[in-house]
């Protein structure tokens, strides 16, 4: 059954993602190369090199300083975050920088998987594009362990890198 953007956002509000902005796409079905998951991971590796400048957003993710390390020089994910496509390949999205964005995988990651499943069938589906590359939930985003001085530390590591890549 069909739904509507106001009902795709109730949805969302009741998996506590009532700030996830929408894109409405029509799905039509694209062959996927078979070498895609190859690319698809050197991407991710680019991906997470490239959150330097998600500090901000990276902050209320509890990371780890080891883990923040390993994520922003593209070698490692820590666990229960998943990179994402904002369109899924099979119905059209490309592999590229701009389709991809991080959150936790759960419950963030599993419920909008329920969220696009449940919308299976349909002419029209409803698909989560978070202004950032980084979602976090803005219930999630008002305070974190640490508080600012996990986010001036993560800062100043980021800024560091940078420097050292003399980006």
Not at 21 to 49: A, G, H, Q
Not at 87 to 109: A, D, H, Y
Not at 150 to 160: F, G, I, K, P, V
Request: glycine content about 6%.
């Amino acid at each position: 059954m069909q739904i509507s953007k106001e009902t795709a956002e109730k949805k969302l509000a009741g998996m506590n993602m009532k700030d996830m902005p929408l894109m409405n796409i029509t799905p039509s079905l694209c062959t996927v190369s078979p070498d895609w998951f190859k690319t698809y991971k050197k991407l991710c590796r680019e991906f997470m090199s490239s959150l330097t400048d998600s500090v901000q957003e990276l902050v209320f993710m509890n990371i780890k300083q080891d883990d923040f390390m390993e994520l922003i020089m593209g070698r490692k994910l820590p666990e229960n975050l998943s990179i994402r496509f904002r369109i899924p390949l099979v119905w059209g999205g490309k592999l590229e920088l701009e389709n991809l964005f991080m959150c936790r995988t759960f419950p963030q990651s599993h419920n909008l998987d329920l969220f696009i499943i449940d919308q299976q069938g349909n002419d029209n589906i409803w698909l989560p594009n978070p202004a950032k590359k980084v979602y976090v939930p803005t219930h999630t985003a008002s305070g974190g362990d640490g508080g600012n001085a996990t986010e001036d530390r993560l800062s100043q590591l980021a800024a560091q890198l940078a420097n050292d890549r003399d980006i």
